[in-house]
């Protein structure tokens, strides 16, 4: 048969298109596309669920409570039996926080006989009101019997509760702040007594046990020399071998090596460097443990690679033209180089430096390990001393169960991301105003 | 002589040198009829590159040899170790030694100090006020050994810092006599110059090394006390931190639950960053305006940005507690889900991996030739279809490449685990109950008080091994599999 003859039946008219699934696919396009916006969606909502977390737990950290007192530095409790021209250790080991205790006493009507109600009182006031009368007291010893107005720490419950982070509708056994202790609160904050202030006391205190008197100061002044060592080292050394295997480096096995390893080191995970640092640095070398120097050699070593990459591709972006045009006038390799390749590439190289100090500014794994899990609460004076880092701070205090330290945590927090926040910026501006293109 | 002050004489030698060598090399150029090789100041730097150099790498050279051999020495001058002795091992004792060396260099200036005390009795406290703590048990004997220690050093100090000054001034005139106008003072500098760069960039093989050769030794070091069988194929970890003299508990080291741990939480993590990443990717590549993208790319690029630190924080205080209270509130009861769970930790770090995702894979959709995708338009198919069907085949290799480099982020990621995951070695099958990672365990293992004889420690290097040949086998793959996909297109 070579013929198809049409049999009759529904004859399919022109009009009508044959029915190749539009629709469906024109509906599958519309989920595949709403996919990729769910998707981007979700990225969006965990980092803004992050931020939100991080700044309504920590906000509060900046503004800590602290009591007007008009204390007196009654002589009779400071150095009863008049010794301190012969001991000058009276002075360090007398009973300060008595002195606190006897002016909130007296500012709130509480019977000095009452040993209960006194020891309430007490409660109100931070322990850190030892260091801070014993330091106005040995800088000014001529302030002894005189009255004083100053401003002294609340204790970290009451800096709870005023915030509003203690649940106060529990039993009154079954929370650290009495109710009496409430009712006083309520008192001295109508009075102008009770105030919160700008918590200074954070970024210039180092570790201690209470949540009011910590501070990160310590691990500021840590993480800033980490960041000069790394700055220090790893620039010149990133930038001398990114030269080298950008404008000198001959093809042999030599420079695959070398660039084999530096893709590689630049996914080693981070532990793994502050295992070297342990069985190098500390274990062979016997530099100190705990010490920002050797926290800023192992951040280097990390840091290495990101700089190299970033300086290789600063350098490849220069275009050949200027480097012809500077060997064809007569300069050497080295001097076309360093002459006129280098100050051309600078920016680039900046912008990855920048890039890579903020990635070892919150690197927090490899400096566990060479023991800046420290409790450190004296600044280190040269890199060798004991030190901690921001984000070790952190950790630690993630690691505390208070309720006040989870804020504490969060305010450091939040000046980390402040501090990437700006180095980032700062790369992205640099990129955008000083990069040339060619 | 310091250290430090050498450094500067021997600079200052070769700062010397520039001016002089430039100022010769200008007056020759001046004076004689022949055209220069090299500028005058390639001569200085020349002479300054002679004096300071040969004389650093003495002074490096002589403070190691001279360090290991005092230290020999000393070694032999200490008594024979015997079964009672008053210190248990030999190196310990010979910490002391160094100890109470340094301690007693603190009394040389001292002039309130005539003579050393020769008892330990009455040299402590005469330290302790200098600030020096000594170990209680440290014995009479050491204090002349210390001493002899002290006079050693500084004979030896003594020397090197002659020989290296004589080195530096002999470099220096060296030089100054080699500066003629002919002189090729350039090739010579740049030669050096270049030399440097290579040994910058050997910075990067020598840390290589410096892993593989540091992680190698202490794991050797942990396989003589523990088997490679308890390690490798055990199901218990419990490294028990044995109190002193309780040898007779050896602790299990089972790899196995920490593995499993590791790669579960990792696979979690993944299942979540991959869809995830990956739409956001495909969207951004194909779909979105220049404005959308230029808004989005870089606030997903944020999450890259975070600290890991923060994250696990996140998860300690925000995500673990909310999932437990969810499952609280379906299960009416107490919660199925444990606030450190596998499913926290691998929820967190996988909204940590999302960017890592969508931005290596962002690159690869995007180096896909734009002729393969007006080909598929231009026969009718959707977009959709020209993304499912043409260009996800050939950019396969490149994701896969990019799934693999950030697998091995997954499985080396630290902090996150740390807070959310906990630290029972369980093995289990339940993602709502705790697991531990080998991260997490190294550094349980290395924080805190250590000696570094223990298997308790050690093995946080076996672990590292472990992981860094883990990590370092999928980077390679990776590399391997991106590198020849590049290779097709270009």
């Known amino acids: 048969m070579t013929d198809a003859v049409y049999k009759g039946g529904d004859a399919p008219r022109a009009s009508v298109r044959r029915d190749i699934g539009i629709k469906k696919r024109y509906a599958a396009e519309q989920r595949f596309r709403m996919y990729g916006i769910i998707a981007i969606a979700i990225g969006i909502f965990f980092l803004a669920a992050l931020l939100w977390s991080v700044i309504s737990n920590g906000y509060t950290a900046f503004w800590q409570t602290s009591i007007n007192l008009d204390v007196t530095f009654a002589e009779n409790i400071i150095d009863p039996d008049n010794e301190r021209a012969s001991d000058p250790n009276t002075l360090l080991t007398a009973n300060y926080p008595k002195l606190a205790t006897d002016a909130l006493a007296a500012k709130l009507g509480v019977d000095p006989e009452n040993r209960r109600l006194v020891r309430e009182v007490g409660g109100l006031i931070s322990n850190g009101v030892r260091t801070q009368l014993r330091d106005m007291v040995i800088a000014d010893p001529s302030i002894i019997g005189t009255t004083q107005n100053v401003w002294v720490l609340a204790s970290g419950d009451v800096d709870s509760a005023l915030k509003g982070q203690v649940n106060l509708e529990v039993e009154e056994s079954r929370r650290k702040v009495s109710d009496q202790q409430l009712e006083w609160m309520r008192v001295m904050e109508a009075d102008g007594v009770l105030e919160q202030r700008f918590n200074t006391g954070l970024f210039t205190r180092g570790a201690s046990s209470r949540p009011e008197t910590a501070g990160m100061g310590v691990a500021i002044v840590g993480s800033l020399y980490m960041m000069l060592i790394v700055l220090l080292l790893a620039l010149p050394i990133g930038v001398a071998a990114s030269i080298y295997l950008e404008e000198f480096a001959p093809q042999n096995k030599l420079t695959d090596l070398i660039e084999v390893n530096i893709n590689n080191l630049a996914a080693v995970p981070s532990i793994v460097f502050g295992l070297l640092g342990l069985a190098v640095f500390i274990n062979f070398m016997h530099l100190p443990r705990s010490a920002s120097l050797v926290g800023g050699l192992v951040l280097t070593l990390m840091t290495l690679p990101t700089i190299i990459i970033a300086t290789r591709a600063a350098l490849r972006a220069v275009p050949p033209s200027i480097r012809s045009a500077a060997l064809g006038l007569g300069a050497s390799r080295t001097q076309t180089v360093f002459h006129h390749v280098l100050p051309l590439a600078a920016p680039g190289i900046l912008t990855g430096t920048i890039i890579g100090l903020a990635q070892a500014l919150g690197e927090t794994a490899p400096l566990l390990l060479i023991g800046m899990v420290a409790f450190v609460a004296d600044y280190p004076t040269t890199p060798l001393d004991p030190a901690t880092a921001l984000p070790v701070q952190i950790y630690m205090w993630a690691n505390e169960a208070e309720r006040a330290f989870v804020e504490r945590t969060s305010g450091a927090i939040i000046v980390l991301l402040l501090f990437l926040a700006v180095m980032n910026i700062t790369a992205i501006i640099l990129r955008r105003r000083v990069e040339r293109r060619w | ?490």
């Open chain 2, 1 to 490: 002589m310091a250290w430090g002050l050498l450094l500067t004489i021997i600079v200052f030698i070769g700062v010397v040198g520039y001016v002089l060598g430039s100022a010769r090399a200008k007056k020759q150029i001046a004076s004689s009829a022949e055209k220069p090789h090299s500028r005058a100041h390639y001569h200085g730097w020349w002479v300054f590159l002679l004096a300071v150099l040969p004389a650093v790498f003495f002074m490096a050279a002589w403070s190691a040899g001279s360090y290991a051999y005092v230290d020999r020495a000393i070694s032999e001058r200490m008594p024979e170790q015997t079964a009672d002795s008053a210190i248990a091992s030999r190196s310990l004792a010979l910490g002391m030694v160094r100890n109470l060396a340094a301690g007693m260099r603190r009394l040389e200036t001292d002039p309130a100090i005539a003579e050393v005390p020769e008892s330990f009795e009455e040299l402590r406290p005469v330290l302790a006020e200098r600030g020096v703590a000594l170990a209680s048990d440290t014995q009479d004997y050491m204090i002349p050994i210390a001493a002899e220690l002290n006079a050693m050093q500084d004979n030896a100090a003594w020397i090197g810092t002659v020989i290296a000054i004589l080195l530096s001034l002999g470099g220096a005139v060296l030089g100054l006599r080699s500066v003629r106008p002919r002189g090729r003072a350039r090739n010579n500098v740049e030669r050096i110059i270049t030399l440097g760069l290579l040994a910058a960039s050997t910075i990067a093989i020598l840390t290589t090394v410096g892993i593989v050769f540091s992680m190698l030794f202490e794991t050797i070091h942990f396989f003589r006390s523990v088997s490679l069988s308890n390690f490798f194929f055990g199901t218990v970890w419990d490294p028990r931190f044995a109190a002193a003299g309780a040898e007779a508990q050896e602790g299990q080291f089972g790899l196995i639950p920490l593995l499993a741990g590791t790669i579960y939480i990792a696979f979690v993590a993944m299942l979540f960053a991959v869809p995830v990443g990956l739409m956001a990717a495909i969207y951004m590549a194909e779909y979105a305006s220049k404005r959308v993208r230029s808004v989005v790319k870089p606030l997903l690029e944020v999450l890259a940005g975070i600290p890991t630190i923060v994250y696990g924080f996140f998860a300690l205080v925000t995500v673990g507690p909310f999932l437990r209270d969810m499952s609280a509130a379906i299960a009416g009861g107490p919660g199925f889900i444990q606030a450190q769970s596998v499913l926290t930790a691998g929820l967190v770090m996988g909204i940590m991996l999302i960017p890592f995702v969508s931005s290596l894979s962002d690159d690869i959709i995007t180096a896909v030739p734009r002729a393969m995708r007006d080909g598929s338009l231009g026969l009718g198919a959707t977009r959709s279809e020209t993304i499912k069907r043409v260009i996800l085949p050939a950019a396969l290799p490149g994701i896969v490449g990019a799934l693999l480099l950030t697998a091995s982020r997954a499985i080396g990621e630290t902090m996150i685990v740390v807070l959310a995951a906990g630290v029972a070695a369980n093995l289990t099958l339940n993602p709502f109950e705790a697991m531990t990672t080998i991260t997490v365990k190294i550094v349980n293992q290395l924080t805190g008080d250590l000696e570094f004889t223990s298997p308790q420690t050690l093995v946080a290097f076996a672990l590292g091994m472990t992981l860094f040949v883990l990590t370092l086998g999928m980077n390679v793959f990776a590399l391997y599999i991106v590198r020849k996909y590049r290779e097709q297109y270009e």
